[in-house]
């Protein structure tokens, strides 16, 4: 006879109960495994998903890149509305956004006193503008959390490369730290250097990246006016790393974890880690560096007409999520406002059918109506069963006792289930522990392997080819680094395009 849910789950407090009332002390949590997460980690990675906001004097010249000549003029965004740019990114249930308050170019997006090169000097607003302060007051009104890019390099200041360049920009950044309320994320970029207007000297200049910036003295003005905030550096500010490509996607084995380390015996900066290390990371890394996988909607990072008819699709943009959020990091979806400063609607088209694919695919969980049998349950306590797998939360999770590294997880239904998403999450404030893991299906007359998957971390999805039928499913955990810690399983089924 199958026992539903809560039977099973009124079976293991029985057998706590027993152990208690004859006198055995139950076991506590399972120790931490290597690096762990910062609760300020644990809450950016729960984001899942953010988006980044490319606006300046680029989205006008139709460049990518400025050379930081341009006229502050230039930038005139007739229509501008930051309330529809933020409502855009929330239709796609992305939960913060990182806008370009200084790119390449130079150009301040606020009324800096640092620079000329500013909006402050523009025909926007006769002057009297502020991006920032628009962007990020919008934010507020509409629950989206505010982050800032702000670029290290700088082609239009004559002083870039000198030492009073650093005063320049750490001026700047203390200027948005401190002016434009709670901050969340921190980007620095890592293009640095090369040819520029440089106040009219038009030379190339080049910089030693690894010292040039004294970054941890850039990093303590952060901490100190934005102690919350996370920061973006690659490895070298502490938080995350880039994932190595601008593309959105992690390797299909990807740690959450990673090591620092000296590029050629010199300090690390921005832009001098490879691609490769950060697509995977590295098992049993020193510290919890999570990947943030970055992709624009378009092909391009700013605003270009001629892109109009090139913006990624809902299914794009899903299959982008299970590929970042599904092996552990985090989607930064770029969504650029036109030159009218909105956002264009095929993108918000595309967002809105995003958004929907995500809630609809993960609203049921076919575990829901399962039922559960563990390997093994930690001391045999309640509090560890499987069943907490189908409870979102901080403090719930299916552990196993300290020497069993390698248990199953049985899943019964009383009729087959049709699915083609299989999702796990770790219990990461415990560490990485899972190695590999096995899915198999019960096809009448036995189990046959159907997928396979090594890292999890705080979110591992595992996308089949195809949908499969099935009234049994076993979760097997080939091996782990230490007692296994699951916060969360669940088997679920994209939707059927309507025809």
């Known amino acids: 006879m199958l026992w539903t849910r809560r039977e099973f789950v009124a079976g293991s407090l029985t057998v706590a109960a027993s152990s208690v009332m004859k006198g055995v002390t139950p076991v506590g949590d399972p120790t931490s495994y290597g690096a762990t997460p910062t609760p300020l980690q644990r809450c950016w990675q729960q984001m899942e998903t953010y988006a980044f906001v490319h606006f300046g004097v680029n989205t006008f010249t139709d460049k990518e890149w400025g050379y930081g000549d341009e006229s502050p003029d230039l930038f005139n965004p007739a229509n501008f509305d930051p309330d529809q740019i933020v409502e855009s990114i929330k239709m796609g249930g992305l939960k913060g956004l990182i806008l370009t308050a200084k790119h390449h170019d130079g150009f301040c997006l606020w009324p800096t006193r640092t620079t000329e090169h500013s909006v402050r000097n523009s025909k926007w607003m006769a002057g009297k503008g502020d991006v920032v302060r628009a962007i990020s007051d919008a934010a507020r009104r509409h629950s989206v959390k505010f982050g800032i890019y702000v670029s290290p390099w700088d082609r239009n200041a004559a002083t870039y490369g000198t030492p009073t360049y650093l005063q320049m920009y750490r001026e700047q950044i203390r200027e948005l730290m401190t002016g434009y309320g709670p901050i969340f994320l921190v980007w620095f970029d890592g293009a640095n250097g090369g040819d520029g207007y440089y106040g009219g000297a038009r030379e190339t200049r080049k910089i030693d990246q690894s010292t040039y910036y004294e970054w941890s003295e850039t990093q303590a003005i952060v901490r100190n006016y934005q102690p919350s905030a996370i920061i973006h550096g690659q490895t070298v500010l502490g938080d995350m790393r880039w994932v190595g490509n601008e593309k959105g996607y992690a390797a299909e084995t990807c740690w959450e974890t990673f090591t620092p380390k000296e590029a050629n015996g010199r300090p690390l900066a921005p832009g001098g880690i490879k691609g490769s290390d950060l697509k995977t990371g590295e098992r049993h890394g020193s510290k ?47 969504v650029p406002p036109n030159r009218d400063g909105v956002i264009c609607e095929q993108d918000r088209k595309s967002l809105v059918g995003f958004h929907r694919l995500v809630e609809r695919t993960f609203a049921h969980n076919l575990l829901e109506h399962a039922h559960l049998i563990a390997s093994n349950v930690r001391d045999r306590q309640a509090r560890f069963s499987a069943s907490h797998l189908l409870e979102a939360g901080e403090k719930t999770f299916w552990a196993t006792d300290d020497t069993v590294t390698s248990p199953t997880l049985e899943v019964r239904f009383s009729q087959a289930v049709e699915f083609d998403i299989f999702r796990l999450k770790e219990a990461t404030q415990f560490g990485q522990r899972i190695d590999a893991v096995v899915i198999d299906v019960w096809d009448g007359s036995g189990f046959r392997e159907i997928a396979q998957a090594t890292s999890i971390g705080i979110c591992r999805i595992v996308r089949l080819n195809s949908p499969v039928q099935a009234s049994g499913v076993r979760i097997r955990i080939q091996s782990s680094s230490a007692s296994v810690v699951l916060a969360e399983a669940g088997l679920y089924r994209t939707p059927v395009p309507a025809k």
């Open 288 to 334: 919890w560096l999570p990947p943030e996988c970055d992709v624009s909607i378009r092909p391009g990072w700013f605003w270009h007409a001629s892109e109009d008819a090139s913006v990624k699709s809902s299914g794009e943009l899903f299959d982008l999520y299970t590929k970042s959020v599904g092996r552990g990091g985090l989607l930064l979806l770029n």
